[in-house]
C-alpha cells in the first residue's frame, strides 16, 4: 500500500509560482511510476507531469515550458514546480502513482492505483 498526500496548493496571481509537493508512504516509492493530474471545476480530470520509474518525464502540452516535475527519493516526496501560471490552470491538482512503468499510458487515469486527496490551485488574472 501507498499513501499520497498532497500540499503546496494556494492562491496566486497570474504570472506566479507554486510548489506542489507528495508525500509517499512505503519503502517501494522509488519503483514508482508518479504523476501530477488536475481536475477544473466542469472538466475531466487530466494528466499535468509524470516521471517514470526510470526517471524520464512527460509533460502535458499546456504545461510545457512552464512546469516541472521531480522527486527525491530520500525524502520520497514528488514536487511539481508551477511556473507562469495562467487563470486556466485553476485546478484541483492530485498526485498519482502505480508500481507498473507508466510509458505511453501515463495520461489514462486508470492506470494509477494510488490516488492522493488533491490540492486546490487558483489563478486569478
Known amino acids: 500500500q501507498v499513501q499520497l498526500v498532497e500540499s503546496g496548493g494556494g492562491s496566486v496571481q497570474a504570472g506566479g509560482s507554486l510548489r506542489l509537493s507528495c508525500q509517499a508512504s512505503?519503502?517501494?516509492?522509488?519503483?514508482?511510476?508518479m504523476a501530477w493530474f488536475r481536475q477544473a471545476p466542469g472538466k475531466e480530470r487530466e494528466g499535468v507531469a509524470m516521471?517514470?520509474?526510470?526517471?524520464?518525464?512527460s509533460y502535458a502540452d499546456s504545461v510545457k515550458g512552464r512546469f516541472t516535475i521531480s522527486k527525491d527519493n530520500a525524502k520520497a516526496t514528488l514536487y511539481l514546480q508551477m511556473n507562469s501560471l495562467k487563470p486556466e490552470d485553476t485546478a484541483m491538482f492530485y498526485c498519482?502513482?502505480?508500481?507498473?512503468?507508466?510509458?505511453?499510458?501515463?495520461?489514462?487515469?486508470?492506470?494509477?492505483?494510488?490516488w492522493g486527496q488533491g490540492t486546490q490551485v487558483t489563478v486569478s488574472s
Open positions: 516521471i517514470d520509474n526510470d526517471e524520464s518525464t
Open positions: 498519482a502513482a502505480d508500481r507498473q512503468f507508466c510509458g505511453g499510458s501515463w495520461l489514462d487515469e486508470s492506470f494509477y492505483r494510488y
Open positions: 512505503g519503502n517501494t516509492y522509488r519503483r514508482y511510476c
